[in-house]
């Protein structure tokens, strides 16, 4: 065989190899001269359109087995100035390949049944051998899978979203009911206690004072537990002093060591800075939870908390918090669960001692959410050292005690203010009564947010105490109303304590943006009452006149005889306000709202402007939960306006 018949061959063999691989993969391979018209068609294009080579080749381009509205909209959005004499669709795709520029396309395309399906597209460009297009490369894959996934992810992605939203609010509504008997035990139980008790009913009372604490204390700790797992917990920041929070810590625990005859010590080493900048609430919590468990499983000797600069030097600013006891210890095979929730050492350890397993579990957590770590050595009988290290940055200046107790004298000089006090629930009425019974302060009740709203506009007030979950209206939309009409009639605002017992995360942002000036969470202890007042007592107020409500119950029998007419007009409003929430047409709700605001009391209606002012306010933030809660306010209050009236 001559030498040019072997290169022949050698030829021939390399192109049936090339051809074999380009067939066997799944791979859609077709190739085109420069006018789009296909001059390869492999088998993996075959397979995934349905098309023979032969049904294609010579005849069509990829154009015309693709979704050609698809195509249009890449040009579109590649904004290119397209040839004519090419399919527009195609000329989108091979333009930028015929610049240098590799892109990817995912496109519809039509199999030769009609039916649609996603596909992966490339397109390259072909040279000759003196850099000449003489054609284009569509490599393609069937993307079906791909976009199922894709669509199951996110419908997963839906359904655990729904599940964590439906957990939340389960969490806030189940914090709230239980909050509100607790507070009511809470609090009785500290009246109580100021009473004239023989020594058993001191006794008594101090049983069921502490297990309403220690309930609280279990509740409060689930929802952090789930607040950390739900990403809902953020950390403040906040300048404080080292040693005001663990002093605060060790008299708090100090009394439990004493009754056990445990040494409570601690000490910061002098290289330790005491101006630190971090969360000095959620350290304190870490610090109790530590120390206050030290305490639990000591019978005999010492707990002790040190305090240093931490070795690791590869993060600024790390401080090391470590916990020492002589108590009964963790066994080996337990450490490493012992952070994990409603664990403790072994079952006989919850019967002897007490405790959920999560004041742990929620260290390690809060401590992770700071940036730090937390670890524990421990021998069965030998005691345990629990430590943790997180990055704190410094300042300097003089730090206030945190977190130390403020003593409101009952007797000292307090201004005899006027509170309006909001709240449907009679037991707590009758704690928050006799917190202040005592004070010189006068205290009104409203039972709902719409009352409140009506005592508020016709009277002269210098502080509410306003419940956040209540019928009819409830606190935030009083809050909201309140705030408007004090700034229609150009009124200095006048505080709001928000009273809530919802505890998750953003509830006290929900407060403070709907107009209240402080957040109390329910159960309420009388001297954090009196504190919270007290910040507000010196407050100049400006006199709100007491002729507003004359002037409207005249306006009111100036126009009695359109009564009616007016509130015909404002049923039509709640179908426009339907209507308008349907759409989400905040626009339309802030105009009716508005107009409501103005004209109730002018027909002798204050609800109405309450209802309104709730409205307008609604509609300024898409509040929707809010605006149709007012909707069907506005509902109730005509059923009673037009019984009034016949």
């Not at 963790?330 to 664990?343: G, H, L, N």
């Not at 107790?405 to 203010?417: H, Y």
């Not at 004359?550 to 015909?568: E, N, Q, W, Y």
């Amino acid at each position: 065989m001559t030498s040019r018949a072997r290169a022949k061959q050698v030829l021939l063999k390399a192109g049936a190899l090339r051809r074999a691989i380009l067939n066997s993969t799944n791979i859609s391979s077709i190739a085109t001269d420069t006018t789009g018209i296909i001059q390869s068609f492999n088998r993996g294009a075959e397979r995934m359109l349905g098309y023979s080579a032969a049904d294609v080749m010579h005849f069509i381009t990829p154009a015309d087995i693709s979704d050609s509205t698809d195509l249009i909209a890449r040009a579109a959005s590649l904004s290119l100035e397209l040839e004519t004499t090419i399919t527009p669709g195609f000329q989108a795709l091979v333009i930028k390949a015929s610049r240098g520029v590799e892109d990817i396309y995912e496109l519809s395309y039509i199999r030769k049944d009609g039916s649609l399906f996603p596909a992966v597209v490339s397109v390259t460009a072909l040279h000759d051998d003196g850099g000449t297009i003489i054609g284009y490369l569509f490599v393609g894959m069937d993307n079906t899978a791909r976009k199922r996934i894709e669509a199951e992810l996110e419908q997963a992605k839906a359904v655990a979203e729904s599940a964590s939203q439906i957990k939340s609010d389960f969490l806030a509504s189940m914090s709230h009911e239980i909050r509100t008997p607790i507070n009511a035990i809470t609090g009785i139980a500290h009246l109580l206690a100021r009473t004239h008790l023989s020594d058993e009913q001191a006794r008594y009372v101090e049983i069921f004072r502490r297990a309403s604490e220690n309930l609280l204390g279990l509740i409060d700790s689930i929802l952090d537990l789930s607040k950390v797992e739900a990403a809902q917990l953020a950390l403040e920041t906040a300048e404080f002093s080292l040693a005001d929070i663990v002093e605060r810590v060790m008299e708090m625990l100090g009394a439990p060591a004493q009754q056990k005859g445990l040494r409570l010590s601690y000490e910061i080493t002098p290289n330790v800075p005491i101006c630190l900048i971090g969360d000095p609430n959620r350290l304190s919590q870490i610090l109790l939870n530590l120390i206050g468990n030290a305490i639990k499983f000591t019978e005999h000797g010492e707990v002790s908390l040190r305090i240093t600069q931490d070795i690791d030097v590869s993060v600024k600013n790390m401080v090391r918090f470590t916990v020492s006891d002589t108590g009964i210890g963790i066994p080996q095979e337990k450490i490493a669960v012992v952070f994990d929730r409603f664990t403790q050492a072994d079952s006989s350890t919850t019967r002897r001692y007490g405790g959920s397993g999560l004041g742990l579990t929620i260290s390690k957590r809060l401590v992770e959410l700071m940036g730090g770590t937390i670890r524990v050595e421990s021998n069965t009988g030998e005691g345990s050292v629990f430590s943790f290290a997180i990055p704190l940055e410094t300042w300097s200046g003089r730090v206030s005690q945190v977190g130390a107790e403020v003593t409101v004298r009952q007797d000292a000089n307090l201004p005899p203010l006027r509170i309006l006090l909001v709240e449907d629930h009679p037991d707590n009425r009758t704690i928050i009564l006799a917190y202040l019974q005592d004070t010189p302060y006068h205290v009104e009740i409203a039972e709902n947010g719409l009352i409140a709203c009506e005592k508020f506009f016709s009277g002269s007030y210098d502080l509410i105490l306003m419940d956040r979950q209540m019928p009819v209206m409830d606190g935030l939309s009083a809050a909201r109303a309140i705030r408007a009409w004090e700034q229609e009639n150009h009124r200095h605002p006048t505080p709001i304590i928000a009273l809530t017992a919802a505890a998750l995360k953003g509830d006290r942002d929900l407060c403070i943006a709907s107009g209240c000036d402080a957040y109390l969470a329910k159960p309420i202890k009388q001297d954090v009452l009196l504190r919270a007042i007290s910040k507000f007592a010196e407050r100049p107020q400006l006199a709100r006149p007491l002729s507003d409500g004359l002037s409207a119950t005249i306006l009111a029998r100036k126009f009695a005889d359109r009564i009616p007419l007016f509130l015909r007009n404002r049923r039509l409003d709640i179908i426009r306000l339907s209507e308008a929430l349907d759409i989400q047409d905040f626009t339309t709700i802030e105009f009716l709202g508005h107009g409501m605001r103005g004209s109730g009391g002018m027909f002798g209606f204050p609800g109405i402007t309450v209802i309104g002012a709730a409205l307008e306010q609604g509609a300024l933030v898409a509040d929707t939960a809010s605006l149709k809660s007012s909707v069907q306010d506005l509902s109730d209050y005509l059923d009673i306006a037009e019984q009034g009236i016949h």
